[in-house]
């Protein structure tokens, strides 16, 4: 009798349970959509208007009768008009993939070029945070069939943050690796580090930040590493990392060599 006492209020509490926790879920799911739609009304309502003044601004670097400090001052706002572009592009990308309609169109790449010419681009960024970026590369060819635009974004997203998260003097040290059917890039540096307890999956999923990386750079997003994941997941790879808080991070890429193509609707840019 007792046994049946107790499930008879374990059933009930589970019950009731459920009446309480369904309108919490169902309000949560709510929020999330809205948030979702809110993430994609802006970034395609922000993309036109950024457009135009970017091109306004080309134009008028282009002009000789410019002064010096209009030629400074119009510099100075295409710097600003970058950095609002990528983060345009970051919503626009988050935006794609929560409407889980992307579109995948692998090509061929010889990965050891396209990775000199990414870290290039991280030249002048090195260069003015004072930090030490290397290539190693297990062989000197390495092709593979993928679709740029999303292995661009995990790329990118890893590199800016080993080099946002490394103090000047740091060191950042990209290796390729080609093993069967398969390639690894890692990403290494030596830089804040992840407290341990902050070292899970949820810094994969949108808007999540380690403490230590707010107090650094209150402005981050919490977005790149979702989109890495959703990325490398679309090309069929996996993602993960290894981290010492006050050492540094390593991040590991795996991709196949040959991503399988995927009928959608949007590339990611
Ligand atoms: P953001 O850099 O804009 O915060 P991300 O999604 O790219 O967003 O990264 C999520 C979080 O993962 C970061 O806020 C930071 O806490 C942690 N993280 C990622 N890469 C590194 C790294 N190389 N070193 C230290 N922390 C990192």
Redesign the pocket.
């Given at each position: 009798i007792e046994f049946l006492l107790l499930l008879a209020v374990l059933a009930t509490l589970t019950v009731e349970g459920l009446f309480i926790l369904r309108p919490a879920v169902e309000k949560f799911k709510q929020a999330d959509k809205l948030k979702n739609e809110f993430i994609s009304i802006a970034s395609h309502q922000l993309r036109t208007p950024l457009t135009s003044i970017k091109w306004v601004a080309e134009r008028m670097l282009k002009k000789e009768s410019l002064s010096e400090k209009g030629r400074e001052q119009t510099s100075d706002i295409m710097t600003s008009m970058k950095e609002l572009s990528s983060l345009v592009d970051l919503l626009l990308n988050v935006s794609r993939l929560n409407t889980g309609k992307i579109n995948t169109k692998p090509e061929s790449i010889e990965l050891v070029s396209w990775v000199k010419s990414l870290i290039d681009e991280c030249a002048p960024i090195c260069d003015k945070r004072n930090l030490k970026i290397s290539f190693h590369h297990s062989a000197e060819f390495v092709r593979a069939k993928t679709d740029k635009g999303a292995l661009r974004n995990i790329a990118q997203?890893?590199l800016?943050?080993?080099m946002?998260?490394?103090s000047a003097g740091g060191k950042i040290e990209v290796m390729l690796k080609s093993v069967p059917q398969r390639f690894v890039l890692t990403?290494r540096?030596n830089?804040?580090?992840?407290p341990k307890k902050?070292q899970n999956q949820f810094?994969f999923q949108k808007f999540?930040?380690?403490s230590?990386?707010?107090k650094m750079?209150p402005g981050?997003?919490?977005?790149?590493?979702?989109i890495?994941k959703q990325a490398t997941e679309l090309l069929g790879g996996k993602i993960w990392?290894e981290?010492e808080e006050g050492k540094?991070?390593i991040?590991y890429v795996e991709l196949p060599l040959e991503s399988k193509e995927i009928k959608g609707q949007k590339l990611l840019s």
């Open positions: 997203a890893i800016s943050n080993a946002e998260y490394t990403i540096d830089g804040v580090g992840i902050e810094l999540h930040r380690a230590n990386a707010e750079k981050g997003t919490g977005l790149g590493l979702y890495a990392f981290s540094g991070s991040f």
